[in-house]
């Protein structure tokens, strides 16, 4: 399946980089309408969705429980010291966990998301690219957009807010690990320090989000590897390409999607 192309004259004026940079804005723009047009049609390939998001679930939790862990260890070490300068020692769980839960959790695992996941989408498809073998899908009457982009962007979609909401888990109990390294703080007294401090306006936006920075790994890395080409030399360009692309607009929208959440909730800002 050939998407349609915006066909750009290059000014010789135009640099390289900016000539690409509009191509690929023009592209990934088309890819998303096709989704859309392809994404609530049947057949709706449920077997493939849960397949990929058990394989993609799989494949990042060792990566993502290591970064959540350091994660609040880290931070609980870090924000120590400051805390008891102003004698706000026990204020250390809610610091912890508004961070984690609010900005650092969501964006963290996204970006760890990004380099594992989108890399792999983009190396596969660009893979089936130029051995032709999705071309070989639609000469078998099979509608490879939907079988191999569909499945993969629904996936990412979902599976990205439950790997977050278990870093989170895991981010604090590093930061509870941490804490009673410097003073012996019970952990019912950290749990109801952390339970009294969260509200609806920290917990849901920061989780909701993660759908969108999910929608962006899958979409990008797919978009890249389903328009590769130059044989085994766009593989790596692809994979290459996917992740940075995707890093990059991961946060950026996590700057727009803040901005709209102080605006909704100002009691938060």
């Known amino acids: 399946m050939k998407l349609p192309q915006i066909k750009y004259i290059k000014d010789p004026t135009t640099s390289d980089k900016l000539y690409a940079f509009f191509a690929n804005l023009s592209g990934l723009t088309i890819f998303n309408i096709e989704f859309f047009k392809q994404a ?17 679930g799989v494949k990042t939790f060792p990566i993502v429980s290591i970064m959540g862990f350091i994660l609040g260890f880290v931070l609980s070490l870090q924000s120590y010291p400051v805390l008891e300068r102003f004698g706000a020692t026990d204020f250390l ?7 984690v839960i609010r900005e650092l959790g969501p964006v963290l695992t996204a970006i760890i998301f990004a380099g594992r996941v989108s890399s792999g989408i983009g190396a596969e498809l660009s893979s089936m690219r130029v051995t032709e073998q999705i071309d070989a899908m639609e000469v078998s009457a099979v509608n490879p957009f939907k079988y191999l982009v569909v499945t993969r962007v629904f ?35 950290f749990k109801n320090a952390i ?16 759908f969108l920075f999910g929608y962006i790994v899958g979409v990008v890395g797919a978009y890249k590897g389903f328009t590769a080409d130059g044989g085994t030399e766009g593989v790596g360009r692809a994979s290459t390409t996917a992740v940075v692309m995707s890093s990059l607009l991961i946060l950026i929208s996590d700057m727009v999607l803040v901005k709209i959440t102080v605006w909704l909730w100002p009691s938060i800002g």
């Not at 769980?93 to 961070?99: D, E, G, H, K, N």
């Not at 009294?196 to 993660?210: N, Y």
């Open 40 to 56: 609530f049609l049947p057949p709706y390939e449920i077997e493939q969705i849960k397949k990929h998001m058990i394989e993609l």
């Open 155 to 189: 996936a990412t979609t979902m599976i990205l807010p439950i790997l977050t909401i278990y870093v989170i888990f895991i981010a604090l109990a590093g930061g509870f690990l941490a804490v009673i390294l410097f003073e012996s703080m019970s952990l019912i007294y």
């Open 195 to 210: 339970v009294a401090s969260i509200t609806f306006g920290d917990f849901v936006p920061g989780i909701a989000k993660t």
């Open 93 to 99: 769980p809610s610091t912890v966990a508004l961070s």
